[in-house]
């Protein structure tokens, strides 16, 4: 039987909220959550589970992935996949799901796909170790990039009003108000996929049905209209400037920069592999400027204080579900950030975005959701390479 309450020794506890590392903690959970957090020399009793070799910290959280679209090079596999229908995606997104535990991670956020299987899948599979928060199919203006993941509102239909009329079951609706960043031209910008109060509007839409809104966008334009709109999220937000990244610390917009997208470019030009589709002409020297770029623009949004959210885009070309998370974290490593704030992004940050209020956070009332790494904080990182131990509700969970 389980026990009436569980102490945990934790070496080390990183606790989510940024708040700096603890040593020596007892977690006390009953019932799968926390009760209570308190140094070890102020409990008298032995630890039930003694895990004082490693450090704590809550279960993570991809804030930015597409289930259903694989990290393949294999350009003939990823055209299937975005024309595969239900039962197929959902043996892939079983699959992607289980790279996503055996890292640690027990939340994501779908950023949508064409068919909006991944929103079905939630609905009618088995409730598993990992929980989606779905949005269905993303919204794209016609003619615009966007088709991989969603549609355009229908003839004559403003955004806004798709969005009331087409929005049951999601938790979060996606916007896409931008093309993808030039692979061959450093710096370019697209405009806007909608007029800024066509946009207003559609965030507005969106309020009223209780769903937050993540909006892809890059370039400054761009990201300035979801601002103004209202948005929750601004994902990937490359080239967009130090106004709008004022804009973002003032209004406590969260930011997904996924610069491992980047990193996973410069990786296969770098080794002389096909990319195809619109990205065929891709310069190797762009896709590594675009990347230090961004790293600028999270070194500046480190000064300002603009919340961020880890997330990967995983299931973009060369960003694998779940192994691309660690490589994500260690950029914001790189722009400065300290390893309590790296946490904080990639728990209690996303999963706030993805609707989990009692998951991200080792503190009492919370979920007791979290993972054991070998080591003290200051190899966190490098360890995270290798699955951690896993443990949900307060009980070690199977990694494989």
């Given at each position: 039987m389980r026990p009436a309450s569980l102490r945990v020794l934790a070496g080390w506890l990183i606790d989510g909220s940024g708040a700096p590392a603890r040593t020596d903690v007892v977690l006390e959970i009953k019932a799968g959550r926390i009760t209570a957090v308190r140094p070890s020399g102020r409990d008298p009793l032995p630890p039930d589970l003694d895990l004082s070799s490693a450090t704590l910290l809550p279960t993570l959280v991809d804030a930015h992935v597409h289930l259903?679209?694989?990290?393949?090079?294999?350009?003939?596999r990823r055209q299937r996949q975005l024309r595969m229908e239900y039962p197929e995606a959902e043996a892939v997104i079983g699959r992607h799901l289980a790279?996503?535990?055996?890292?640690?991670?027990?939340?994501?956020?779908?950023?949508?796909?064409?068919?909006?299987?991944?929103?079905?899948?939630?609905?009618?599979?088995a409730p598993g170790a990992v929980?989606?928060?779905a949005a269905g199919r993303a919204w794209h203006a016609p003619g615009r990039y966007g088709r991989l993941i969603g549609r355009p509102p229908a003839a004559r239909i403003e955004?806004?009003?798709?969005?009331?009329?087409?929005s049951v079951g999601m938790d979060h609706v996606k916007i896409v108000n931008s093309g993808l960043n030039s692979l061959r031209i450093f710096g370019k910008e697209t405009a806007p996929?909608?007029?800024?109060?066509?946009?207003?509007?559609?965030v507005a839409a969106a309020d009223a049905l209780g769903l937050p809104v993540m909006v892809h966008a890059n370039g400054r334009h761009?990201?300035?209209?979801?601002?103004a709109a209202g948005c929750t999220s601004i994902e990937h937000g490359f080239f967009m400037g130090r106004t709008n990244l004022e804009a973002m610390a003032a209004g406590s917009v969260v930011w997904v920069p996924t610069v491992v997208t980047m990193a996973a470019y410069?990786?296969?030009?770098?080794?002389?592999?096909?990319?195809g589709g619109a990205a065929a002409d891709a310069d190797l020297d762009v896709v590594r400027r675009n990347r230090d770029h961004q790293l600028a623009?999270?070194?500046?949004?480190?000064?300002?204080?603009?919340?961020?959210?880890?997330?990967?885009?995983?299931?973009?070309?060369?960003?694998?579900?779940?192994?691309?998370?660690?490589?994500?974290?260690r950029f914001l490593a790189q722009a400065g950030f300290t390893i309590e704030a790296i946490v904080a992004a990639a728990t209690s940050s996303g999963a706030r975005l993805a609707g989990f209020s009692d998951r991200g956070r080792l503190a009492a009332g919370q979920r007791a959701d979290f993972i054991a790494v070998p080591g003290p904080p200051q190899t966190l990182l490098a360890r995270l390479t290798a699955p951690p131990a896993l443990y949900l509700a307060g009980r070690h969970h199977s990694s494989g």
């Open positions: 259903t679209m694989s990290g393949s090079a294999d350009l003939a790279r996503h535990r055996r890292r640690g991670i027990t939340v994501v956020r779908d950023g949508g796909d064409h068919y909006g299987h991944t929103l079905s899948y939630k609905h009618r599979a929980h989606i928060a955004l806004g009003a798709a969005i009331a009329r087409c996929q909608f007029a800024a109060a066509e946009l207003r509007r559609a761009p990201v300035a209209e979801a601002l410069g990786r296969h030009l770098a080794q002389g592999r096909e990319i623009q999270l070194r500046m949004a480190r000064r300002l204080g603009v919340r961020l959210a880890v997330g990967t885009d995983a299931g973009s070309l060369g960003v694998d579900h779940g192994t691309a998370f660690v490589e994500e974290m």
